[in-house]
């Protein structure tokens, strides 16, 4: 139905900024509500973001509300997660993620469709 493909991590240093997208193939994107989960080496995957059919609705995690925006682009079927002010606890691999009941929630198993990851590394 949907398949997500992360880009944009790397290295950056405390403070800095990354903008990661999520690239949808499908013919129904706007159908989904959207999220950002990231989960570091021996922990849980964790709820950072969601948003749902446009900028409207949004809901962050509180350890990045405030420093992260998701927003989507419908025509461009991707999502995108500008990450301001990093800190060396916000590395992980961060993965997307796509919810077809359009709940846009914060529980990882509400969302059917994941990608691969993209690796983020904050140095301090």
């Known amino acids: 139905q949907v398949q997500l493909v992360e880009s944009g991590g790397g290295l950056v240093q405390a403070g800095g900024s990354l903008r990661l997208s999520c690239a949808a193939s499908?013919?129904?994107?706007?159908?989904?509500?959207m999220g950002w989960f990231r989960q570091a080496p021996g922990k849980e995957r964790e709820f950072v973001a969601t948003?749902?059919?446009?900028?409207?609705?949004?809901y962050y995690s509180d350890s990045v509300k405030g420093r992260f925006t998701i927003s989507r682009d419908n025509a461009k079927n991707t999502v995108y997660l500008q990450m301001n002010s990093l800190k060396p606890e916000d590395t992980a691999v961060y993965y997307c993620?796509?919810?077809?009941?359009?709940?846009?929630?914060?529980?990882?198993?509400?969302?059917?469709?994941w990608g691969q990851g993209t690796q983020v590394t904050v140095s301090s």
């Open positions: 993620a796509a919810d077809s009941e359009f709940r846009g929630g914060s529980v990882a198993r509400q969302y059917e469709y």
């Open positions: 499908g013919r129904t994107f706007s159908n989904y509500a």
């Open positions: 948003i749902k059919w446009s900028n409207v609705y949004t």
